[in-house]
């Protein structure tokens, strides 16, 4: 089951202020202004998000900060950044909703173990992904047999599968991204829903934790670095797994290493003919 339950405009980010820099903040930079949002940094730049004009520490910034270089500016509305206007959903018994819509009637009669409450800030994952959506209908399809103690969740983003898990009862789950705004945003809203003695967040690299014992395997990233992952022989040490973020020609190519494999695809989800996810299990030798 999967719908959209209303539209939200009342997000707490009406306008978003970009300024965009070659080069990294000093480690332990203090950007603790009460309308800083977020860094963003990749390869070699980085974007500081403001909910209001501020010229003024930007130039503070660069006064201190010799190895930036400010190259451009931006302002523009939150949704347009993300592409959409965040509001509530259902995918089979799970509800997300942005915490801006808590108090809406609906989503105050969710069971609490079935509502994941998700700001994504600035980071893209709101849960409107068709892949993502997937993940969420695999993961409690895995969830309603003999429920896994342990999740590793690789491309947490803004940690929504992480935090389904959790919802649905697995009793630790490491979720990992490479970015460090992600990781961030990602334990913020494991704080946001109060179950920060169930996940832990870490950046780093997926290919860095692959090795880590658990049940089930999330993984909704890039091809190039999940097709590394399922050819280590810790990938097989997973009862289950969840693949997702797979284009046509990459699910194809996933499907014949996954053959090779002493494992079992269960389901296999396709939208459109583009976007591809596989749930998984191991099987006994």
């Not at 920060?196 to 870490?202: A, D, E, P």
Request: charged content about 20%.
């Amino acid at each position: 089951m999967e719908n959209s339950l209303y539209s939200s405009c009342n997000t707490p980010y009406s306008d978003l202020y970009i300024y965009y820099f070659k080069g990294h903040l000093a480690p332990n930079t203090d950007l603790s202004a009460e309308n800083f949002i977020g860094n963003w940094e990749e390869d070699e730049f980085s974007f500081l998000f403001y909910s209001r004009p501020s010229r003024n520490k930007i130039h503070s910034l660069l006064t201190r900060q010799s190895q930036l270089t400010l190259l451009d500016e931006y302002h523009m509305a939150y949704t347009d950044w993300l592409g959409e206007t965040p509001a509530p959903f259902q995918v089979g018994s799970l509800v997300v909703a942005p915490p801006w819509d808590a108090d809406k009637p609906f989503v105050q009669g969710v069971d609490e173990n079935r509502l994941i409450l998700l700001d994504p800030g600035v980071v893209f994952g709101t849960g409107s992904h068709p892949t993502t959506r997937d993940c969420l209908a695999a993961i409690e399809l895995v969830f309603s047999g003999a429920a896994p103690q342990t999740v590793l969740d690789l491309g947490a983003g803004t940690g929504l599968l992480s935090l389904a898990a959790a919802k649905l009862g697995s009793k630790l789950t490491l979720a990992v991204d490479i970015n460090l705004l992600a990781a961030v945003t990602t334990n913020k809203n494991v704080r946001l829903n109060r179950i920060k003695n169930r996940i832990l967040t870490v950046q780093g690299k997926a290919e860095d934790f692959i090795d880590r014992p658990a049940d089930l395997l999330i993984a909704n990233l890039h091809y190039d670095v999940m097709k590394h992952l399922i050819s280590t022989e810790s990938f097989l040490q997973k009862k289950w797994f969840v693949l997702s973020g797979l284009l046509r020609s990459q699910a194809r190519d996933v499907a014949f290493q996954l053959a090779q494999k002493p494992v079992c695809i269960l389901r296999h989800w396709e939208h459109n003919g583009i976007w591809h996810t596989f749930l998984g299990e191991r099987q006994v030798q």
